[in-house]
């Protein structure tokens, strides 16, 4: 058995990998449950590539996509299960990293040497959003057919790239199979490479600087600093969270399984109260909000501006709050954080109320869809 | 010929640092060069590859005339969806027996509209635009353009949709 031990170690250098965990430690400290969620979003993520590829056998982008996933969700074995799993982890994916960003964010653990944690963070978290937006689409049911339609139009903004941009990921000039079929590929290959990449980044820098403590705690004496090994001790604790968190989310698949729309059709009206998942909905509030100050196609580009300069100063925090003082370090910054929370919460709770309303008033009027008929070109 | 001898000291010196340009800036020039030249050779393949069904769709889009068959026959007070230069777009049989067709694009976001006779507006149900459905003017909400209006012709079994 030694032999068999030196014989890899030799080769593969693992001792070297034993000798740098049998060292770690993690600070334990009033604020150490935000530890967790780091872990718990690459559970999440975990889940999503384990069930993504359960999906995979049997979907089939482009034209066949709605049937595919009408056939894994009604007629295989344990299908629904798997997709209604895929879907909810992705949302404990997206709540999870916004839970480990702001508490990252309130913890100051941006702060230098850890800069690039925060950056690869974001970066990490806009893959997510962009898995979100290009998974919503797949199954080319109803909501996420309309749903892709605004975001292409959105993009379709962008000044001097907007319109090639949106071509090329629609693969053509509206959402259709083609667009399905290249979500498909984005989805499935092109950002879980560079995704996978980020996120090895990452998690090498939280291994590079250790666990970064917040202010209060660093204001104490080292001495007084309490921490726990992270093999056996954090790693379990590690692990009840990751078992509570795959609990949760097989009772959400079982308790409430995605639904499957009416398929998308070219020709159909958008369904009344129609609006995109909940991690776009505060975006989406927002715009109607400027849209009702700023009307027109200006109101689009303000709501566009103060997105943008929201996330490059959300990005370039760590570069501005460089007060140094103990204990008092960039209030300024807090507050900052405190309001954009506060605002992404309340612009997600109004824009929910909203559609709730919105769509009492529809059924109330009446409007119902409208015969189709595909024309026939005369040439 | 001591002038000249001024003159062409210059031009000695520049040319030694030509030289050293050619010799180094050279490899540089052709490197980059080379790379341009592989990045295109590999790159434009792709771009077309990736850009056909464009290039299909914007060929669509030209065609400035459908003719729908049978739709001389739409009911006063009902509304037929169909795909006009690539998109969906709407006729609508008034009731007063006049006909319009309009882009059924919501100019906001492009969401898809639907029309209700004998509703006095078009409503868009992503973001609550509003159209007036004679004249495809956008009267309400955050649409920043009226919808774009076909010509109609109702013939015996079909009605012929141009763009202007």
Redesign the interface.
């Given at each position: 058995m030694s032999n068999f031990r030196s014989y890899i170690d030799e080769r593969l250098g693992l001792d070297v990998i034993a000798a740098y965990i049998a060292k770690k430690y993690v600070p334990m400290h009033r604020y150490s449950f935000w530890y967790y969620w780091g872990g718990i979003t690459l559970l999440c993520f975990t889940v999503q590539v384990i069930t993504g590829i359960l999906l995979m056998v049997y979907y089939r982008s482009g034209h066949d996509a709605y049937d595919s996933v009408r056939n894994i969700t009604y007629n295989i074995p344990f299908g629904h299960f798997i997709r209604s799993v895929h879907a909810w982890s992705a949302t404990l994916f997206l709540s999870s990293a916004l839970i480990h960003m702001f508490s990252a964010f309130f913890m100051k653990a941006y702060r230098r040497p850890r800069e690039f944690g925060w950056w690869t963070g974001i970066i990490l978290l806009l893959f997510g959003l962009g898995f979100g937006f290009s998974g919503y689409l797949l199954p080319m049911d109803n909501l996420g057919f309309f749903a892709t339609k605004v975001g292409m139009a959105m993009v379709e903004n962008v000044p001097f790239v907007g319109n090639g941009l949106a071509n090329m990921l629609r693969g053509g000039l509206q959402v259709g199979d083609n667009a399905a079929a290249r979500f498909f590929t984005l989805h499935v290959s092109v950002m879980p490479i560079f995704f996978i990449v980020v996120l090895g980044l990452h998690l090498y820098l939280v291994q590079k600087h250790g666990m970064s403590i917040p202010p209060s705690e660093e204001a104490k004496d080292a001495g007084d600093r309490k921490k726990v090994k992270f093999i056996p001790d954090f790693a379990i604790r590690d692990l009840v969270m990751w078992l509570m968190t795959l609990n949760v989310i097989a009772v959400l698949a079982w308790r409430f399984p995605w639904e499957l729309g009416v398929q998308a059709s070219a020709l159909a009206a958008a369904p009344a109260g129609i609006h995109p998942e909940w991690y776009f909905m505060s975006s989406f509030q927002l715009l109607k909000v400027v849209g009702a100050f700023v009307p027109g196609s200006a109101g689009e580009a303000v709501g566009m501006i103060i997105f943008s300069l929201g996330l490059i100063l959300w990005i370039l925090v760590p570069l501005f709050d460089v007060k140094t003082e103990r204990g008092r370090r960039g209030r300024i910054a807090t507050y900052c954080g405190l309001a954009v929370l506060f605002i992404l919460v309340s612009m997600t709770i109004w824009g929910y109320s909203a559609i709730q309303k919105g769509a009492h008033t529809m059924k109330v009027s009446g409007q119902g869809p409208a015969p189709l008929l595909s024309g026939t070109n005369s040439h | 010929m001591s002038n000249d001898n001024v003159n062409e000291a210059p031009p000695e010196v520049e040319s030694d640092e030509q030289d050293s340009f050619t010799r180094r800036g050279f490899v540089r020039v052709a490197a980059v060069a080379v790379g341009v030249a592989y990045t295109a050779a590999i790159g434009y393949p792709i771009y077309k590859y990736?850009?056909a069904?464009?290039d299909?769709?914007?060929a669509d889009?030209r065609?400035n005339?459908?003719?729908?068959?049978d739709?001389d026959k739409l009911p006063a007070g009902?509304?037929?969806?169909?795909?006009?230069k690539?998109?969906?777009s709407?006729l609508i049989h008034f009731d007063d027996g006049t006909w319009v067709a309009l882009s059924?694009v919501c100019t906001?976001?492009?969401?898809?509209?639907?029309?209700?006779s004998p509703?006095p507006l078009i409503?868009?149900?992503?973001?609550?635009g509003q159209y007036d459905p004679h004249t495809g003017k956008n009267v309400g909400g955050?649409?920043?353009r009226p919808l774009t209006k076909f010509d109609v012709q109702v013939e015996p079994g079909k009605v012929?949709?141009t763009q202007p």
């Open positions: - | 990736l850009h069904p464009i299909q769709a914007i889009a065609n005339t459908i003719s729908l068959k739709a009902s509304t037929l969806m169909f795909m006009f690539s998109a969906p709407m059924a906001h976001l492009g969401c898809t509209l639907s029309y209700q509703s409503i868009c149900p992503c973001h609550g955050p649409p920043p012929i949709v």
